[in-house]
């Protein structure tokens, strides 16, 4: 399996310009982009909207002062860079505009992975192909992929050429994918790479029932994707989990990410530790196998 650093608290939380220039500080950053290297990961995820461009600018720091051999990286074109409303989307002439940005953020001359962060309404997806498979032909990224796209979204790709990969979100309580888009990627040989495995830190059992929040946490910084996780049947199945973690002496976001990664379509996942310490449990999962019947019976604990 495949893991990947994920980058998006780099300089700010996720596309958001309401916290750029917070998150993750470059100190921070360096710190855990080391230990994921000498942990063995050596595939970064990032974007160009994520902190408004720093993300890119610590990661391209970072290779200029370690020079380190083999790294691959994925880089998404969607959001702002700058915050201004309106400087977003997938017409063809913005991504050529942006690809020149990250490629001089990161001091590379070519992504390995170039992603649309999500759909573009605005845009008719035939345009964003040629786009992509244009920077392709040019030599400026390795491939293309799709994030945050549906099975319609994928099916319509597919009759223009095939994506390199997907990246979803999907974990143990984001299982909207298990119905058509994840087939789609086994049946084309899509590579299936999901964000979110532990769902903002739900999985991992920072949050209890009828406990306050932990101050920092995503549920006071930004709440608004995982509101509906407060309910009493989530509860339950943390539960649950976190008694079967116990059982079998591993922590519960290692059964949690370990499940991800045992699903038959998953090529990998990508994590996004916010201090290196965090990185142990991700290790861990890759090297916990799960059997099929593991695999459902914990599905089953969110049903």
Not at 147 to 163: C, F, H, I, K
Not at 187 to 198: C, D, K, S, T
Not at 270 to 291: F, I, M, Y
Request: glycine fraction near 12%; proline fraction near 6%; hydrophobic fraction near 40%.
């Amino acid at each position: 399996m495949d893991l990947s650093l994920g980058c998006g608290n780099f300089g700010g939380i996720g596309s958001s310009p309401e916290f750029f220039g917070q998150g993750t500080d470059e100190e921070a950053a360096f710190a855990i982009m080391d230990a994921a290297w000498a942990a063995g990961i050596h595939w970064f995820d990032t974007a160009d909207g994520y902190g408004g461009g720093r993300s890119e600018e610590f990661i391209g720091r970072w290779r200029a002062a370690r020079q380190p051999a083999g790294l691959t990286l994925t880089t998404k074109v969607f959001h702002s860079t700058t915050g201004e409303p309106g400087d977003t989307g997938l017409a063809p002439d913005r991504i050529r505009r942006q690809i020149e940005g990250s490629l001089a953020r990161l001091g590379v001359d070519r992504v390995d992975l170039y992603l649309a962060h999500e759909p573009d309404p605005a845009t008719p997806l035939a345009d964003t192909v040629t786009t992509f498979e244009q920077l392709r032909t040019d030599g400026l990224i390795g491939a293309w992929g799709l994030s945050n796209y549906d099975a319609a979204g994928l099916r319509e790709a597919l009759t223009l050429a095939p994506p390199a990969l997907v990246q979803n979100s999907f974990s143990l309580l984001d299982r909207g994918d298990e119905q058509e888009v994840l087939p789609l990627c086994g049946e084309h040989g899509i590579a299936y790479v999901p964000f979110g495995p532990l769902s903002g830190g739900w999985l991992t059992g920072k949050y209890r029932r009828g406990e306050a929040f932990p101050p920092g946490s995503r549920m006071t910084l930004r709440p608004g994707p995982y509101e509906r996780l407060v309910d009493d049947a989530v509860f339950d199945g943390l539960e649950r989990l976190e008694a079967l973690a116990v059982e079998r002496d591993v922590e519960m976001s290692t059964l949690a990410f370990a499940w991800v990664l045992s699903h038959e379509h998953v090529t990998g996942a990508v994590c996004g530790p916010n201090r290196p310490e965090q990185l142990a449990p991700v290790l861990a999962a890759r090297d916990l196998e799960l059997s099929e019947q593991e695999h459902e019976e914990i599905g089953e604990f969110f049903s």
